[in-house]
DNA sequence: TCATAATGTATAGTGTCTATGTACAATAGA
DNA sequence: TCTATTGTACATAGACACTATACATTATGA
């Protein structure tokens, strides 16, 4: 009954789709090495309750991160995390980020903040990218 | 007959929607200072035409920039780009931003972008914003 | 072993969103 | 005024997001 602290928290008011916001905190996490291969993930309907969501809802989630390599899925066994070999970025793929980074910035500027204040995080998070 | 070099690219084979793509590259532009106040955008069936959509789809991401106060819509003038008053960052606008970047750079890492080099467009992104 | 709990899966239903087709209304310009 | 230009309104089709409910598989322990 190890109801320890939840994974991650999602936005429900948001208009941005639940799933998908669980999908990108979990593969945030991922990336981030939070999980060590063979660690299992909450069960979605645990996972459901602490969201606020169906379990449905978790569970699609959990299969679009199997389908990208992160997770072994199975009846009884629950959502277990790989080892998920290293792809090759295509050159799509670094454009795709190139123009959703400037439109995300964008966006945090027209909604108020301050320029130094997003540029002050970018480089924030490119420093914990390279460090190590 | 001015048929000049399209404002704007969108990718039709994505799964993200249409009228989001024309909202966040033309708000990209906008907070660039692309287009000065008065000038006008082209008309929405010459941009629909331009990216392969239907004119309402078009006229939908107008509506949406206008509700930021981006643009003056009105029938037979056209849309009019507008001095919009700078706003006045939420917390929850600045916590959003942070959010979604992590998961940006995640989602490119995942993709087999080297931490290098998202860290580096991240540090040339907040080179551009910082300039001037 | 066997019953039961735990866990992911399948399917159907409902409401919303996205994009389009078509017709309409307001403005500009000749 | 007449016509072209431009945004708008509304209906429709299809896809999507989420839920309810039942099912299949695996683990657990008596």
Redesign the interface.
């Known amino acids: 009954m190890t109801h320890g602290v939840p994974v991650l928290r999602i ?1 429900l008011g948001s208009d941005r789709p639940a799933y998908e916001q669980i999908v ?2 979990l ?2 996490l ?3 090495g939070e999980f060590a291969s063979g660690d299992r993930l909450p069960p979605v309907r645990q996972l459901a309750i602490d969201l606020g969501v169906h379990h449905n809802t978790v569970a699609e989630s959990y299969r679009v991160l199997e389908q ?1 390599g992160w997770l072994d899925l199975s009846r009884g066994r629950g959502a277990i995390v790989r080892r998920r070999p ?5 050159p799509a ?2 454009q ?28 924030a ?3 914990r ?2 460090e190590t």
Do not use: C, H, N, Y
């Open positions: 936005d990108g905190g593969r945030a991922l990336v981030a990208e290293e792809r090759k970025a295509s793929a670094k795709e980020f190139s123009r959703r980074l400037e439109e995300l910035a964008a966006k945090a500027i027209a909604d108020g903040l301050p320029r130094a204040s997003v540029a002050e995080q970018l480089k998070l490119a420093g990218l390279t």
